[in-house]
């Protein structure tokens, strides 16, 4: 048996990287466990001749397609919209695309100002330290004065519009609706030992340059630096429970396929939205024979995604493809609820610069654009480079049918019950996204754009994974309380975009780490009476 | 090379459907995606397509009667417009690999005006635009609800 720790981390993303660097501080031992490994600069696909081809092999989005030995698989047959992730150090931050809202004031007080849904235990003003503790920490590039939020000032100056962005903004002036220049956790300075963004215009699949802050590079060199350990190839299959019902540590199989216990005072889950359901409901005991910490039946339940909506079309000159970082522009016109509408709530729209070469004609292809023969190469060079759109991302509302729960046949490679998905999208979300595709379309028309094509849901567009172990402060309606800690298992937090009440209509990154932050303040300021 | 798994027919037959997605263009200076260095690429690329591409070529060779390399070009064109109606996905896959390499070769890259190197280190130059545009939505008032 190894060495007990004061506090054991399971996933090394957005989450647990921030809750670790946090709690580093405190001088306890700290250790994180993390299935995958470190990715060197010089592994992304950005280095080489083939970086269309690797988002389609060994730096796909979707772990089914990646199927890396560190991937699990997702049976996702059940759901129109399929989980996309990354898993190893910097968890899915290695493949996000660096979009950094934060939710708004009212997205907490659902429930007060909508009467759907329930308002979160917090609030927009508790965290506002957090957002911007984590704005340095990640190193976010943008404008201060947006009307759509709260005053705040990021660190980095805006990325730069380009082409596109000057055309959408026009476009956006022209229809008098709100637009701004996106938080980004791209650097678009020299920032605290990163290198500035040169363009490389292939973020998602990971940034060779080290412009975009994944959390490998940003969170993790100071937390190791202050002490916490990161043990990586380490797959963590339950967490275990001893006679008092208090978390005591957990299994898990170490880089040698070798099984481990790991004794541990405090577990920490950040294994985001279907790894935490998933690692739950493995763990089962007498005391909790429906997994861990789930009396109240809630683990794995009130999955929720951002359904997008994508609308895109083609403009007449050549803009600037997939130079630069894709995503630059955010509206939020259609975000706060409006009863003129057929639907609550709203989204945000996020504006996408342009793709790649290849990235054009495998979409353009799968569509029906490209002809097959002569004309196909007359018919590809109208689009390449021409092409500018915008998805909706629509707020998801919690629903208890959509959920994560354990694939009776699945498995991973170490042999642990893979996650299986059961999710529809709602009518009310069905209508908002009609509502963003009809604007989108009106935005591109006004951009000049033709040739209008509308992609929705993104099939490959579940990368915003929420609300499967709820907060509240009631334990028979959630998970874990109002700062993280499980109702059932006093010894128990998580961190992750699990404990989301609802969703927002924004990317969570920002918010999920703010969260993670303020939990290991909570822990931090209640250290000498934690599991009263 | 022989990492493809496919027969001799199949390696053929998939050559021919290349050079019939992509032919060669004269007008614009770029090979067919049957040539040589396009198409030993698209050999040593079908990886995580292996499989698709294989039961498309056996469906390909199904609807043809035989070798679709060994048609003759009219008949050739018919089975290739009756496949891509009910190709389905393993269709899609042999496309998309087909696309992958062709898209990458240097001559391609060239006659579309793209330099053919990746794209670190050197990066690519984005202009800053007319950050002016932003003057009427910086004069709006705050537009975010407020609650208590
Ligand atoms: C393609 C893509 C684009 C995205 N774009 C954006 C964007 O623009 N903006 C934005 O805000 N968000 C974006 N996201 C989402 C963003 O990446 C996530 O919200 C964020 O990373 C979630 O943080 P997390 O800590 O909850 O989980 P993750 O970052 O996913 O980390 C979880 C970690 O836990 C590890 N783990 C899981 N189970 C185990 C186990 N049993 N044992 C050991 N380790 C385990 C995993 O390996 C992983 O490293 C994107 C995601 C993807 C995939
Ligand atoms: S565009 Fe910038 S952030 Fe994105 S991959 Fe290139 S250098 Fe990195």
Redesign the interface.
Known sequence: MLDKVDALIVGSGASGAAVAWSLADTRMRIVCLEQGDWVKPTDYPSNGRDWEARLFSDFAINPNRRARPTDYPINDANSPIKVVNFNGVGGSTIMYTAHFPRMHPSDFRVRTLDGVADDWPIDYATLEPYFAENDRMMGVSGLAGDPAYPPHQPPMPPLPLGKSGARFGKAMNQLGWHWWPSDSTIATTDYEGRARCINLGHCTPGCAQGAKASTDITYWPHAIRAGVELRTMCRVREVTVDAHGMASGVIYYDAEGKEQFQPAEVVILACNGVGTPRLMLNSVSAKFPNGIANSSGLVGKNLMFHPYALTYGYVDEPLDGNHGPPLCLWSQQFYETDPGRDFVRGYTFQFGRGVGAIMEAIVSANAGRLPWGEEHHGAYRKLVNRRIGLSAICEDLPDEHNRVTLDPDLKDSSGIPAPKLDYTISANSLKMMDHGIARAKEVLTAAGASNIAVESPILNGGWHLLGTARMGTDPERSVVNEWGRCHDVKNLFIVDGSIWVTSGGVNPTSTIQALALYIADSIKQRLANLFD | MQNHDLSADQVRDLRALAG????P?A??D?PGADDEKIFNDILR?L???RDDIRRALSHLAAIGGCAFADLEAERRTEV?AAF?EVGGAPL?AL??VV??????DDRV?RS?G?E????????????????S??D???A????????D
């Not at chain 2, 670190?120 to 130059?125: D, E, S, W």
């Not at chain 2, 709006?140 to 609650?147: K, L, N």
């Open positions: 019939m997605i992509i032919p263009s007008a614009y770029v690329s990886e995580r397509d290739a891509r899609a496309v998309r696309l992958l390499c062709y898209y990458r890259m579309l793209q053919a190197r990746p794209p670190f280190p050197k990066g690519h130059v984005v202009e800053q635009g007319d950050w545009l932003l009427p939505v910086r709006r008032p705050p537009m975010y609800r407020t609650v």
